[in-house]
């Protein structure tokens, strides 16, 4: 496993690699509400503390939230050299996130395929853990992505 290096061009993604990545970010309250409503997601789970203390205990972080903040974590790795995202597949949120919870991200280099002397593509597994280890979030994450020279 590598820790978070300058090394972002297409060349330097080995197939196999796996990347944890230095930061870690610890969910407040402006990550659910600003965020949330910004995009129009009222959810009683996410705005209602008393609604949800028979059910989980707690208002929930949006899983949109979640999976932008691992993937956020992850860009200083994987997405310096970036020249266009291609797409975002096979989401999965694992585990319920909450205010307090603090998320570290993760990254796979699954594939890898010359494009032109210019670029590569490269598809990415990304996962987030929470406190506890215990993964909240997986995705893959296709990335045309600059070669050096």
Not at 121 to 134: C, L, M, P, R, S
Not at 142 to 149: A, C, Q, T, Y
């Given at each position: 496993?590598?820790?978070?290096?300058?090394?972002?061009y297409?060349?330097?993604?080995?197939?196999?690699?796996?990347?944890?990545?230095?930061?870690g970010?610890?969910?407040?309250?402006?990550?659910?509400?600003?965020?949330?409503?910004?995009?129009?997601?009222?959810?009683?789970?996410?705005?209602?503390?008393?609604?949800?203390?028979?059910?989980f205990?707690?208002?929930?972080?949006f899983?949109?939230?979640?999976?932008?903040?691992?993937?956020?974590?992850?860009?200083?790795?994987?997405?310096?050299?970036?020249?266009?995202?291609?797409?975002?597949?096979?989401i999965?949120?694992?585990?319920?996130?909450?205010?307090?919870?603090?998320?570290y991200?993760?990254?796979?280099?699954?594939?890898?395929?010359?494009?032109?002397?210019?670029?590569?593509?490269?598809?990415?597994?990304?996962?987030?853990?929470?406190?506890?280890?215990?993964?909240?979030?997986?995705?893959?994450r296709?990335?045309?992505?600059?070669?050096?020279?």
């Open positions: 496993m590598s820790l978070t290096g300058k090394h972002t297409f060349e330097d993604f080995e197939l196999g690699q796996v990347i944890r990545h230095a930061r970010k610890t969910m407040c309250e402006n990550d659910n509400v600003g965020i949330t409503l910004q995009v129009l997601n009222t959810a009683d789970a996410h705005f209602d503390e008393h609604a949800m203390k028979d059910s205990g707690r208002r929930l972080q899983g949109g939230v979640t999976i932008a903040m691992i993937i956020g974590l992850s860009m200083q790795d994987t997405g310096e050299n970036a020249l266009q995202e291609l797409g975002l597949n096979k999965r949120l694992k585990t319920s996130v909450f205010h307090g919870d603090t998320l991200a993760y990254t796979e280099v699954l594939s890898k395929q010359e494009v032109d002397s210019r670029s590569g593509e490269v598809t990415f597994k990304h996962w987030g853990t929470n406190q506890k280890d215990e993964i909240v979030f997986e995705g893959e296709r990335v045309l992505i600059k070669r050096k020279h």
